[in-house]
């Protein structure tokens, strides 16, 4: 099976959903997860499953994401992945990593690219008056949030939300479109999905 490696910097509630999808006669298998916050709750919850975990805490190095980023392939490259899925990786990486992983990192974000790049997607969403909020897995490359898109679930901005209350409707279609992009990119099948 191909070898899948998850970064992430927070709660990891994708990575719980993409490492209990990888069972089975799954195309791919976590072998693991890392963060650049050695106290993401996610770590933890990924220990339990019984996958590795690395943490490279990105402060000690400053502005300098080169060196931060030097460190982190240490357990990354050790694992040998063959595709890496950023969940909830709040840092920004620079051209030369993601060239290292060209075609094989995916990444979630929290709306319905190419609208809402970068932070506060659901507050921007609200303040728009959108009637439909949601999620995007893409290819990562080199711009922010521009890469190829692999799939996108829809949610319907109700009467009275908040950035919090649609974030939680958005999140819960994140877990259900994750899993199928991933198990379809990693069985080599092309063509987008939406949800
Ligand atoms: C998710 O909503 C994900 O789309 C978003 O962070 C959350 C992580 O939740 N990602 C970004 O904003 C990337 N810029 P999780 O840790 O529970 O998976």
């Known amino acids: 099976p191909k070898r899948v490696a998850i970064l992430i910097s927070g709660g990891g509630s994708n990575m719980v959903q993409l490492v209990r999808s990888m069972t089975g ?54 694992a040998q992945p063959d595709i890496l899925c950023l969940a909830g990786f709040m840092r920004i990486l620079t051209p030369d990593f993601v060239a290292r992983f060209s075609g094989r990192m995916l990444n979630i974000h929290p709306s319905l690219l190419p609208k809402y790049p970068g932070l506060n997607t659901h507050a921007r969403a609200l303040a728009a008056g959108d009637a439909q909020a949601g999620a995007t897995v893409h290819l990562v490359t080199p711009e922010l949030d521009c890469g190829p898109i692999l799939g996108q679930a829809s949610v319907p901005v109700e009467p009275g939300d908040t950035p919090d209350t649609l974030a939680a409707r958005v999140l819960t279609a994140e877990h259900r479109l994750y899993p199928l992009v991933l198990r379809r990119f990693a069985a080599g099948k092309t063509g987008r999905i939406d949800l």
Not at 42 to 70: K, Y
């Open 25 to 78: 006669d799954h195309p791919a298998r976590a072998v693991l997860v890392a963060s650049n916050d050695p106290a993401a709750a996610g770590l933890s919850r990924a220990a339990e499953m019984g996958i590795p975990t690395a943490a490279v805490d990105h402060r000690p190095f400053g502005r300098d994401r080169a060196a931060f980023e030097s460190a982190l392939l240490e357990p990354l490259l050790a």
